[in-house]
Nanobody, 115 residues
Framework: QVQLVESGGGLVQPGGSLRLSCAAS????????MGWYRQAPGKQRELVAI???????NYADSVKGRFTISRDNAKNTVYLQMNSLKPEDTAVYYC?????????WGQGTQVTVSS
Protein backbone atom coordinates (compact mmCIF):
# COMPACT_ATOMS: atom_id res chain seq x y z
CA GLN A 1 0.00 0.00 0.00
CA VAL A 2 0.92 3.60 -0.53
CA GLN A 3 0.72 6.00 2.38
CA LEU A 4 0.35 9.69 1.61
CA VAL A 5 0.75 12.30 4.33
CA GLU A 6 -0.19 15.90 3.55
CA SER A 7 0.83 19.00 5.45
CA GLY A 8 0.80 22.76 5.04
CA GLY A 9 -2.88 23.66 5.05
CA GLY A 10 -4.35 26.44 7.13
CA LEU A 11 -6.06 29.80 7.17
CA VAL A 12 -4.77 32.57 4.93
CA GLN A 13 -6.07 35.95 3.81
CA PRO A 14 -7.00 36.59 0.18
CA GLY A 15 -3.90 37.29 -1.84
CA GLY A 16 -1.76 35.23 0.48
CA SER A 17 0.28 32.09 -0.11
CA LEU A 18 0.49 28.56 1.21
CA ARG A 19 2.68 25.59 0.38
CA LEU A 20 1.30 22.09 0.63
CA SER A 21 3.50 19.02 0.91
CA CYS A 22 2.70 15.36 0.39
CA ALA A 23 5.14 12.62 1.33
CA ALA A 24 4.65 9.14 -0.10
CA SER A 25 5.83 6.04 1.72
CA UNK A 26 5.24 2.33 1.75
CA UNK A 27 4.93 0.48 -1.55
CA UNK A 28 5.85 3.39 -3.79
CA UNK A 29 7.33 1.42 -6.68
CA UNK A 30 5.12 1.88 -9.70
CA UNK A 31 3.84 5.37 -8.90
CA UNK A 32 3.91 7.26 -12.18
CA UNK A 33 2.06 10.43 -11.26
CA MET A 34 1.27 12.47 -8.19
CA GLY A 35 -0.99 15.41 -7.81
CA TRP A 36 -3.49 17.43 -5.87
CA TYR A 37 -7.27 17.46 -5.91
CA ARG A 38 -9.64 19.59 -3.89
CA GLN A 39 -13.20 19.39 -2.70
CA ALA A 40 -15.21 22.36 -1.53
CA PRO A 41 -18.40 21.95 0.52
CA GLY A 42 -21.26 20.81 -1.68
CA LYS A 43 -19.03 20.33 -4.71
CA GLN A 44 -17.36 17.41 -6.43
CA ARG A 45 -13.70 16.67 -6.00
CA GLU A 46 -11.71 18.30 -8.79
CA LEU A 47 -8.21 18.11 -10.15
CA VAL A 48 -5.93 20.98 -9.17
CA ALA A 49 -2.58 19.90 -10.58
CA ILE A 50 -0.75 16.72 -11.48
CA UNK A 51 2.86 15.88 -12.33
CA UNK A 52 4.18 12.67 -13.85
CA UNK A 53 7.49 10.99 -13.18
CA UNK A 54 8.52 12.23 -16.61
CA UNK A 55 7.85 15.80 -15.56
CA UNK A 56 4.65 16.45 -17.50
CA UNK A 57 2.36 18.84 -15.65
CA ASN A 58 -1.29 19.74 -15.94
CA TYR A 59 -3.20 22.43 -14.05
CA ALA A 60 -6.84 23.24 -13.68
CA ASP A 61 -7.64 26.42 -15.59
CA SER A 62 -8.75 28.08 -12.36
CA VAL A 63 -5.27 27.85 -10.83
CA LYS A 64 -3.00 28.41 -13.83
CA GLY A 65 -0.54 31.19 -13.18
CA ARG A 66 -1.14 31.08 -9.42
CA PHE A 67 -0.28 27.54 -8.35
CA THR A 68 2.90 25.58 -9.03
CA ILE A 69 3.32 21.85 -8.57
CA SER A 70 6.72 20.26 -8.14
CA ARG A 71 8.20 17.02 -6.89
CA ASP A 72 11.34 15.80 -5.19
CA ASN A 73 11.82 12.24 -6.39
CA ALA A 74 14.58 11.58 -3.87
CA LYS A 75 12.17 12.40 -1.04
CA ASN A 76 9.08 10.92 -2.74
CA THR A 77 7.39 14.21 -2.04
CA VAL A 78 5.17 16.47 -4.12
CA TYR A 79 4.56 20.12 -3.37
CA LEU A 80 1.89 22.63 -4.29
CA GLN A 81 2.87 26.27 -4.02
CA MET A 82 -0.28 28.36 -3.95
CA ASN A 83 -0.02 32.10 -4.51
CA SER A 84 -2.60 34.85 -4.93
CA LEU A 85 -5.13 32.74 -3.08
CA LYS A 86 -8.81 33.52 -3.47
CA PRO A 87 -11.79 32.69 -1.27
CA GLU A 88 -12.95 30.25 -3.96
CA ASP A 89 -9.78 28.23 -3.37
CA THR A 90 -11.17 27.24 0.02
CA ALA A 91 -11.46 23.46 0.12
CA VAL A 92 -10.02 20.26 1.48
CA TYR A 93 -6.95 19.48 -0.59
CA TYR A 94 -6.14 15.82 -1.20
CA CYS A 95 -2.86 14.35 -2.34
CA UNK A 96 -3.18 11.70 -5.02
CA UNK A 97 -0.72 9.11 -6.32
CA UNK A 98 -1.40 6.97 -9.36
CA UNK A 99 0.14 3.52 -9.07
CA UNK A 100 -0.40 0.95 -11.81
CA UNK A 101 -3.31 3.10 -12.97
CA UNK A 102 -5.07 3.10 -9.61
CA UNK A 103 -5.50 6.15 -7.37
CA UNK A 104 -4.24 6.37 -3.81
CA TRP A 105 -5.41 9.19 -1.56
CA GLY A 106 -4.14 11.11 1.41
CA GLN A 107 -6.36 12.12 4.31
CA GLY A 108 -6.72 15.70 3.11
CA THR A 109 -5.71 19.07 4.49
CA GLN A 110 -7.99 22.06 4.91
CA VAL A 111 -7.19 25.31 3.12
CA THR A 112 -9.33 28.29 4.08
CA VAL A 113 -8.97 31.64 2.34
CA SER A 114 -10.78 34.33 4.28
CA SER A 115 -10.31 37.80 5.65
Amino acid sequence: QVQLVESGGGLVQPGGSLRLSCAASGSIFGINAMGWYRQAPGKQRELVAIITTGGSINYADSVKGRFTISRDNAKNTVYLQMNSLKPEDTAVYYCNAIKWGLPNWGQGTQVTVSS
